[in-house]
């Protein structure tokens, strides 16, 4: 006759049963990936941890990225990512995101918004894509105005954080724009800005990226109102004055290119060749629609449309593996003609 177990035994084939039916097939749970330092893969800054190993980097997307701290001493790299760095709780400094990878990982890091303070038009699209906002408030390597430094704070503290904000490289106008908002906000004082630029690697001979944090002012709800809010996706040169005044600036980076034989100038390093280049033809390009060229002489269209053409060429050169510098030397000198004839009839 069957016998009605005890609870005792009951219990003990209740474990007898749990460990015949565990499944030891199952793998040992991935580490959250971290980033690497852009000093070195095997370095260590304070704050950051050491870069993900092949075993589990294919996991990275899937996981949470960690952002620098705040007191870390060096800048951080992640993937599409260069020389990020953290200014302060929430706001990052860094390079331009590079293709969907960049913006994968600044989803990852929490990222909200990005403010380019680059001349090149951001890639809006592929942020939008992932969720995150894009602003384009263009500086340049002189400085940052006043009022384009209480137009970034607005930005920062009226839009959804965290927030990164990059120029090219990520080593200068983000450094120093970034900067002066973060004391504009009141987040840092002027000198712990001027120690963060340095963290991102802010070359000295910018004086007036550093005198611009040096300058800066915390500003109340009332100063920080007066800035614009309409925070452009992209931002384009205000008519046909303001397009030449950008053009002069573009074609002042090309002519440093050329003294270093066609490189990246060595007092100049965060200058792309090839896209200073690519945005003068798309400079000369977009004034086929400005009012006041349509209203100027056949012979004005045309030089600017020789002009537009021979920037291309010169982007096109330089885009090369290898490109020639007889070549460059050559279109850059038919592209300088073209400008000149035009001053010498309409502006000189």
Known sequence: MLRTATPYCLAILTVLAAVSCKDTSAP????????????????KPAGATAAPSASNAGHAASRPLTPPAVDATAPVNYPGLHNVVTYSEGLYSGSVPEGDEGFESLNELGVRTI???????????????????????????????????????????????PVYLHCHHGKHRSAGAL??????????????????????????????LFKCVADAMPADAAKLNTASNAFPSISKPSGFTQTMVV?????????AVEEAQWTVPTDHPDL?????????????????????????????????????????????????????????????????????????????
Request: proline letters at 7%; one cysteine or more; a negative charge.
């Open 28 to 43: 040992a749970t991935k580490p959250v990936p971290t980033p690497t330092t852009a000093a070195s893969k095997d370095s």
């Open 115 to 161: 403010i380019s303070v680059d001349g090149m038009a951001p890639d809006v699209a592929d942020a939008e894509a992932h969720g995150i906002r894009y602003v384009h408030l263009p500086v340049g390597y002189n400085g940052v105005s006043p009022e384009r430094t209480l137009e970034i704070a607005r930005a920062i503290h009226d839009l959804p954080g």
């Open 179 to 208: 900067g002066a908002a973060a004391v504009t906000l009141g987040y840092l004082t002027p000198k712990q800005a001027t120690t963060r630029m340095r963290v991102s690697g802010t070359a000295e001979n910018y004086k007036g």
């Open 247 to 255: 053009v002069d600036e573009h074609f002042d980076s090309i002519k």
């Open 272 to 348: 792309v060749p090839t896209a200073v280049a690519g945005e003068l033809h798309n400079l000369f390009r977009g004034l086929d629609d400005d009012p006041e060229v349509k209203a100027r002489p056949e012979d004005f269209k045309n030089w600017l449309k020789d002009a537009a053409e021979q920037a291309q060429a010169l982007e096109s050169e330089l885009a090369k593996p290898t490109p020639s510098v007889e070549v460059l030397a050559a279109q850059f000198k038919l592209l300088n003609q073209s400008c000149k004839q035009c001053h010498a009839k309409y502006r000189d």
